[in-house]
């Protein structure tokens, strides 16, 4: 598998996208109603549905060269999820890995409760607190002390490692005496990096 750092997933496409995180749960009904449930996957991978109506020869130019540049399924590449990008205040948290390696996670709490999710992908620039000097690995994740104090936690934007759920792109023509436009549906879904 390869991952394509650059370029990333076509921001006006992303913001058509319907989706979020995806768990997955098995369920056995027991014959007095009752049911056990386990958790499969111990953190959510993110699926995404793309559907598009309309759009334009150069619009669909753009998305059949980033499909065959992906090759399907076979290359991940980065995505922008215009519903959850950013992360700052106390959401931005990092994590020792070990020495003076840490990696960015993003915290989400309700209640008393918190979960937090690797960020593999930030974008340029990624504020690091704490007081020391730090440098950021943009393509893992990482942020390593340099000199100074520990890091204590980051703000900024981050992308979604993704790669297309199918190998095959159907796109359907509209033809007009004016013209014409194109549609197509895709899914994406998140890699675990």
Do not use: C
């Not at 989706?19 to 499969?40: H, K, M, N």
């Not at 979960?115 to 893992?140: E, F, Q």
């Amino acid at each position: 598998m390869a991952f394509m750092e650059s370029p990333r997933f076509p921001d006006y496409f992303a913001r058509d996208l319907v989706g979020g995180p995806s768990y997955r749960t098995e369920i056995v009904e027991l014959r007095s109603g009752f049911e056990q449930r386990g958790a499969t996957w111990s953190l959510p991978l993110q699926r995404y549905s793309l559907q598009f109506g309309n759009r334009t020869q150069t619009q669909i130019d753009a998305l059949i060269a980033f499909m065959r540049t992906a090759q399907g399924r076979f290359n991940g590449f980065r995505m922008r999820d215009p519903a959850d990008y950013s992360a700052s205040g106390s959401a931005g948290v990092v994590t020792l890995i070990s020495g003076d390696n840490y990696q960015l996670y993003k915290r989400y709490t309700s209640g008393a409760n918190t979960v937090d999710r690797k960020i593999v992908k930030p974008l340029t620039p990624i504020t690091v607190a704490g007081g020391g000097t730090y440098a950021i690995d943009y393509t893992t994740g990482i942020v390593t002390r340099t000199a100074g104090a520990v890091p204590t936690g980051w703000s900024g934007s981050f992308d979604v490692p993704v790669r297309f759920d199918t190998d095959a792109m159907q796109v359907e023509a509209h033809r007009t005496s004016s013209g014409g436009s194109f549609s197509w549906s895709l899914t994406l879904a998140e890699l675990r990096l």
